[in-house]
């Protein structure tokens, strides 16, 4: 538990002590935000706000696994090699807003391509480094089934965990559009998992996601309303890397929908609201992902936020509440 705390502590420090220097190097560069036009009128101050802000979080976690974790541990390199492929694609996409100037990075076809291979990483590491199982826990039911054998049930796995791996991130991703929405539900999403892992006696798992805890709570002090500073695609991806790399580690992925059920809900905002303008031409929300929706009903930046927060706590919490109930000495 020390190293836990002292891992978020290191982590908490250290980001907050380089945020703003950091801030003040994009600013000098002008590596600023560009805001859709169509979003909230109240949004259009924010323009040129600096961005990129997930390497500030990614640097204190580097700084606190340096200080206390145990780099001849499999999961702690399998964690930090997933997170540094999904933030890599993420900073890249980030690089590509700021050159072009315009709110558009990557393509979805070709960051999912992208995201495909992280997966297919991730199963090496998964399979033959870090020797998870393919099999899956069913928490609310008490069952379990085997993808597998063979090659079959490899292919099964690498679809199963690319629907982890890239369902996880882009929900993160789509999330994070008010000042500090996506980094406070990302760390209350995270405190779990850290809890789960430090449970199952998985303690270099507890000490990356309590690590990337005290780096995100760290960024929020910058995150916070009025936000000096976005995380971007490089910040979202890799909080979202960190959670799904925990849950297929602690073999809870099938938990992640109810732990981080505000991220969940606003990538389903997003593809209700794409199939019905489809099929009917009609919209479901003002605008889509719900937290811009609440925002167009009048609510302010804050309250949406406090919000949300309060829903992912409750989230968290019953996802801790049903592996404790049905999963507490069974994963393995």
Known sequence: MFSVV???????????????TFIQFLQSRKFGQFVREEGPQTHLIKAGTPTMGGVVILTGLAAALLAVARFDSAPTYAMLLIVA?????????????ISKKRPEGLSARYKFALLTLAVVLADVLAIYYVGVTQTVLVPYFDLSFVLGPGIVGIALFSGFLLLVIAGTTNAVNLTDGLDGLAAGAGALALLSYTAIAFLERQYDVAIVCG??????????????????????DTGSLAIGGVLAAAA????????????????????????IQVAVFKLTGKRVFKMAPIHHHFEFLGWEENKVVVRFWIVQAACSAFGFFLYYLFLYNSVG
Do not use: C, R
Request: glycine fraction near 10%; aromatic fraction near 10%; charge should be negative.
């Open 6 to 20: 002292l891992a978020a502590a290191v982590a908490f420090v250290v980001t907050v002590a380089l945020g703003s």
């Open 85 to 97: 492929v999904v933030a890599g694609i993420g900073l890249y996409d980030d690089w590509q807003k």
């Open 211 to 232: 690590a990337m805890v005290g780096a995100i709570i760290g960024f929020l002090w910058y995150n916070s309303h009025p936000a000096d500073i976005f995380m971007g």
């Open 248 to 271: 297929v580690l602690t073999k809870t992925e099938l938990l992640l929908p109810v732990i981080g059920g505000l991220f969940v809900v606003e990538a389903l905002s997003v593809m």
